[in-house]
């Protein structure tokens, strides 16, 4: 026993994947092929997957956002246990893998649920602010380049109801957020750290799962 997370052996990483989430046979086949390609390490953990999907159903979200979609595992992975009448806007840039994710959201019937838009994410964010929705999203799930963090996070906060979580994915960085100095990507994780820390507006917390991720609930 221990009272710190412990060290993943690839043993007990095995045992984990054997026991510790269900994965649907959409998602295994989606995470199989993101596997083959060159940037498959930009996929989220299907642990993580299964977590966040998990809190789409204990929050009893309708509304979520995503920014940074993918070849769409992990919105794929909340889409599969929101309501009939759930909605995801997600938002990313690149038409080559949100195609791809497209024909799985499709083949897993989930595309009815989901509202693609391909801009810049802080494009989306503000005009749906402008739209009016302020304070009628359940869930953002931020995943994009890192340097805009802190811009989502304070359009999130807006979009959200209170209540409502902001999920920010890679806060351990692989671990250099813990090192001196670092590159604009591991600066701005180690800003947005500290930032969440000490920001009164929400309840935290900064879980080891994965690349590291902050849960912030909106008071
Ligand atoms: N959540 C995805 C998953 O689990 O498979 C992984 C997302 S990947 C780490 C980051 C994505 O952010 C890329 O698909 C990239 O095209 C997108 N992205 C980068 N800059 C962006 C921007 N300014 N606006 C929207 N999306 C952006
Ligand atoms: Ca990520």
């Given at each position: ?31 199989e092929m993101t596997a083959q ?183």
């Open positions: 026993m221990t009272t710190r997370t412990l060290t993943l052996t690839d043993a007990l990483y095995g045992y984990l994947h054997s026991v510790g989430w269900r994965e649907s046979d959409n998602l295994v086949t989606l995470r390609r060159s940037d498959a390490n930009m996929q989220i953990a299907p642990e993580q997957g299964q977590f966040m999907a998990l809190l789409v159903q204990l929050l009893g979200a309708r509304r979520i956002i995503e920014i940074g979609v993918f070849t769409g595992y992990s919105t794929l992975s909340m889409a599969e246990v929101l309501p009939e009448d759930g909605y995801i806007l997600a938002c990313d840039v690149n038409p080559e893998s949100t195609g791809i994710a497209r024909r799985y959201w499709q083949a897993a019937g989930v595309d009815g649920k989901i509202n693609l838009q391909l801009a810049p994410a802080l494009e989306t964010l503000n005009n749906v602010l402008t739209d009016g929705e302020a304070g009628t999203f359940d869930m953002v799930f931020i995943d994009a380049d890192k340097s805009s963090y802190d811009d989502y996070y304070e359009c999130c906060l807006k979009l959200l109801r209170p209540g409502g979580l902001v999920i920010l994915d890679n806060m351990l960085w692989s671990g250099r957020v813990a090192d001196e100095g670092g590159d604009a990507d591991t600066d701005a994780l180690k800003v947005m750290n500290r930032k969440i820390h000490q920001d009164e507006r929400v309840d935290m917390v900064l879980l080891p799962l994965a690349d590291g991720v902050t849960l912030a609930r909106k008071r």
